[in-house]
């Protein structure tokens, strides 16, 4: 996610390639960033946290205290932080910084990769409208953004965060069955895969419920009455709403109260 934030800021314009620094333990990893979006390179996380504002840490919920520990007391500038790791309070990241830091905890999800994703923003105790815009203009960079209180940052995990994968689950199912009516694999996965996207695209254009759009493509006696009548049988929402509180609650383990 980290390289996918690079490459977005430098493509919209929001920086050149020339102000942004950034760290990594693996060398190979950073020679490769180097080389691909001409950036400048330390394995030295101090150098950049003392250097650079905003400060992106996009690293594992586990190494989050090491590095925090690592980069305290680096700078004594005003500036702000902004963490992509699931589970890690801004709060958790406020303990181990100089007081007053403006702390912005971000969760972004997979389809980022391709300018596609939603990103929840959350404030830390010391952050302010400048710096959640600020977060916003990076974020929105690959896809859109959205602001919740942080407490519900779990509750974004779990729909968010996870959803691509309950996404891809039904797109992979619904291709299947076209393969067994007889379409071939390939015609059925594009016309599986672009009816979901067209879908979705459809309910963030229209601005229309989910249940009216629904309701737009369902004829009386019809094909799609039938096969809704199958997927209520299969009590497919009452699957995919378990499958949300539970990856909540999951994320709320792997947080660990940080």
Not at 142 to 147: A, C, N, P, R
Not at 239 to 246: F, I, K, S, Y
């Amino acid at each position: 996610m980290g390289g996918v934030l690079i490459g977005s800021i430098i493509s919209h314009g929001l920086l050149n390639a020339g102000a942004i620094m950034v760290s990594d333990v693996v060398g190979e990893r950073l020679e490769e960033l180097k080389e691909l979006y001409g950036v400048h390179v330390t394995e030295d996380n101090r150098e950049v946290a003392g250097g650079a504002d905003p400060v992106i840490l996009a690293v594992k919920p586990q190494n989050m205290a090491e590095v925090l520990e690592e980069i305290s007391g680096a700078g004594e500038r005003p500036g702000v932080i902004i963490s992509i790791a699931a589970g890690i309070s801004t709060s958790f990241i406020e303990g181990y910084l100089r007081k007053g830091v403006r702390v912005i905890r971000a969760m972004p999800n997979m389809p980022a990769m391709i300018g596609e994703g939603v990103t929840a923003l959350a404030c830390g105790r010391f952050a302010g409208e400048e710096d959640l815009a600020l977060a916003r203009l990076i974020f929105d960079s690959v896809g859109i953004t959205v602001f919740v209180e942080e407490k519900l940052m779990d509750a974004v995990t779990g729909l968010s965060g996870s959803g691509p994968a309950y996404g891809f689950v039904v797109i992979e199912a619904l291709s299947e069955a076209g393969v067994r009516m007889g379409l071939s694999r390939d015609v059925a996965l594009r016309l599986s895969a672009q009816t979901i996207l067209g879908a979705a695209r459809l309910c963030l254009v229209s601005g229309k419920h989910p249940a009216e759009l629904r309701d737009m493509v369902t004829s009386p006696g019809g094909t799609t009455i039938a096969g809704l009548k199958a997927l209520e049988e299969g009590r497919i929402r009452a699957t995919l709403m378990a499958a949300v509180e539970a990856a909540t609650a999951r994320a709320r383990e792997l947080g660990g109260g940080k």
